[in-house]
């Protein structure tokens, strides 16, 4: 990190994100700096292999808090799976994915595990690594890259 912090855009606890390549045009994500790894929610979650040898994976998102009617069902490479440990100390082998988000005026790729979080509060986990040398947080703050009021598009 550069000695300038100033250069670096202020993140609060919570942001919307958008995830095109996915098709979910917006998504409440907890910013997350006690979590390495970034994290999807996900369902019917099956890996594959394509006619053309590549490892890929199908899955389901419910983008939205509190809302399972709204299903967005997605496709896409797996880059590897990976040994994850929850914040309750479980260990659990994940598939990962690396796919563009865009977060107010920044598109960048993250690398996501895939879990199902229907019992945690937010659909998405921007861990550290998806921030390092991008954004600095400020935890008594939240939306200061996107407005809750107008989520991307």
Same mark, same amino acid.
């Not at 606890?13 to 999807?40: C, F, N």
């Not at 394509?50 to 797996?78: M, W």
């Not at 199902?116 to 390092?132: I, Q």
């Given at each position: 990190? %550069? #000695?300038?912090? #100033?250069?670096?855009?202020? =993140?609060? @606890?919570? *942001? @919307?994100?958008?995830?095109?390549? =996915?098709?979910?045009?917006?998504?409440?994500?907890?910013?997350?700096?006690?979590?390495?790894?970034?994290?999807?929610? &996900?369902? #019917?979650?099956?890996?594959?292999?394509?006619?053309?040898?590549?490892? /890929?994976?199908?899955? %389901?998102?419910?983008?939205?808090?509190?809302?399972?009617? &709204?299903?967005?069902?997605?496709?896409?490479?797996?880059?590897?799976?990976?040994? +994850?440990?929850? %914040?309750?100390?479980?260990?659990?082998? /994940?598939?990962?994915?690396?796919?563009? +988000?865009?977060?107010?005026?920044?598109? @960048?790729?993250?690398?996501?595990? =895939?879990?199902?979080?229907?019992?945690?509060?937010? /659909?998405? =986990?921007?861990?550290?690594?998806?921030? *390092?040398?991008?954004?600095?947080?400020?935890?008594?703050?939240?939306?200061?890259?996107?407005?809750?009021?107008?989520?991307?598009?």
């Amino acid at each position: 990190m %550069s #000695d300038s912090l #100033d250069q670096y855009p202020i =993140l609060g @606890w919570r *942001e @919307w994100l958008s995830i095109p390549s =996915l098709g979910i045009p917006h998504i409440k994500a907890k910013v997350d700096t006690g979590a390495r790894t970034s994290a999807l929610h &996900t369902f #019917d979650l099956e890996a594959y292999t394509a006619e053309t040898g590549e490892e /890929r994976v199908r899955f %389901s998102v419910h983008p939205f808090q509190g809302d399972t009617d &709204t299903v967005i069902k997605c496709d896409c490479p797996i880059i590897g799976s990976r040994s +994850v440990r929850d %914040s309750g100390g479980h260990e659990q082998i /994940r598939p990962f994915i690396r796919i563009p +988000v865009v977060l107010g005026d920044h598109t @960048w790729d993250i690398e996501f595990s =895939l879990t199902n979080r229907d019992n945690m509060k937010f /659909r998405m =986990l921007l861990g550290r690594t998806a921030m *390092e040398d991008r954004f600095l947080v400020n935890p008594a703050l939240s939306y200061q890259q996107s407005n809750p009021f107008h989520p991307p598009s």
